[in-house]
DNA sequence: TCAGGGTCTGACCGATCGGTCAGGCATGCT
DNA sequence: AGCATGCCTGACCGATCGGTCAGACCCTGA
């Protein structure tokens, strides 16, 4: 099965994208991606050094722009925070619907290797802002819901567009948050 | 390794809960099973048939009350559906936090299987109930970020006592849910 | 004493996984 | 012509998976 041009790790990137949605990171076998590529499992691997290497070229885009909200975040705190989050991590589950649907489900998993370890932490992060840097249960219990509902939403709807699930999350997601104080923890006004 | 008492079974029940929620349905096998258990991987395929009846035993109770909330849903619509989708909701969830944690991530997967077609049925009433019946897309988005949030929640929160994960996701819930007309479809008014 | 049934096991099976490797083929440069 | 290089492949590897099976062990009842 020769290539008239060198587009196979083209073609790979697009079928892995594919099948990653369809039946999820561990569900797809290199030797699926290869079939549905019409080449050998062989030249996936000449391609990509291993299978994580095709799942993180896969998200890279998305990775950078989750740690420049990240960024944007450090300082903030109180209802700022949890603006600034809020509309940031509606707007990056909007843009990157596909690749949330990538690794669907195998999030936490995925996490636990040392090598997403940051992102853990940038959600944690991420979490915190959103339940406005404070501590209490409900807060958090929001932030929670608002940021596993909504990947997971974004997931399940690739086909809805932009313009309707962006401003139903933000609408949801001002409903949801709860108003906190300015300077939650141990606040004594600066 | 012989036992004194055949309290075999329901070791492997218990240690089967702990690895299915710490690494997955997927993330364990039954020789991970049997060496926390103590004996041979045999022995767990002697008890149960196969490793799809140790799941389906362990999620057996919260399957059940999933369908009593179902049944409870038929002929309601609007604001009352919505209500008491999620005041069930919540309180199953809460409740069967740790079945939740077992096969967390993997529930699309598992949904896709045959055996689980009337789950994946029910949650999709569920999803409807808690958009008021409505086809509205922020309706339709609302209930999905709150299913899937309060389960991921749930599931991440399952050290937090009952009396405050509850109340948190019942405000969270009556905030979050859009008041829905009556009698949706067809609707001229508002 | 023996038979039978419940419990448990090691050895084994076929399938599939991610990954390696030596080599084939086409092309283009010298 | 000869050679290097990029692309691709089949054959193969060790590991692991869920699951099977014949038989060993122990207890009980006749």
Redesign the interface.
């Known amino acids: 099965m020769r290539r008239a041009e060198p587009e196979t790790r083209g073609e790979i990137l697009a079928a892995a994208t594919r099948r990653f949605a369809a039946?999820?990171y561990?569900?797809t076998s290199l030797q699926d991606i290869a079939t549905e590529v019409g080449c050998s499992k062989a030249t996936v691997l000449y391609h990509f050094a291993n299978k994580e290497a095709l799942l993180t070229e896969l998200m890279a885009p998305a990775i950078t722009e989750l740690q420049a909200l990240d960024a944007a975040l450090t300082g903030l705190t109180g209802r700022a925070a949890q603006q600034t989050a809020a509309d940031g991590f509606v707007d990056l589950a909007v843009r990157f619907r596909r690749e949330i649907a990538l690794i669907?489900?195998?999030?936490?998993?995925l996490l636990r290797q040392p090598e997403f370890a940051h992102i853990q932490r940038i959600s944690e992060r991420l979490r915190d802002a959103l339940a406005g840097n404070t501590d209490r249960?409900?807060a958090q219990?929001?932030a929670?819901?608002?940021?596993?509902?909504?990947?997971?939403?974004c997931a399940?709807?690739v086909d809805?567009p932009d313009a309707?699930?962006r401003?139903?999350?933000l609408?949801?997601a001002r409903?949801?948050l709860e108003p906190v104080p300015e300077h939650p923890t141990q606040d004594k006004e600066t």
Do not use: D, K, W
């Open positions: 039946t999820g561990r569900g669907r489900g195998e999030f936490p998993e249960p409900a219990v929001a929670l819901v608002l940021l596993a509902g909504i990947s997971e939403t399940e709807f809805m309707e699930l401003p139903a999350l609408a949801l409903r949801a």
